[in-house]
């Protein structure tokens, strides 16, 4: 009912807690925008974070280069 109200208004959605593929399946099936929860990643300390979001860049520009 979320999902589709939020549609109605043209507002996306982001669904927290996700902690199995089930629940990622049926939140994609019922055309939920974003996820986030232990599916993806547990907590992380700020250093930690930060170091996953240099890997994360340094993996997509090495997809590119290869694309390319």
Known sequence: TIIAMARALGLSTVAEHV????????????????FQGFLYSGAMTRDDFEEAVK??????????????
């Open 55 to 68: 890997r994360s860049s340094s993996d997509a520009t090495r997809q590119l280069a290869n694309v390319a």
């Open 19 to 34: 902690e199995t593929p089930e629940q990622e399946k049926f939140l994609l099936a019922q055309g939920c925008d974003t």
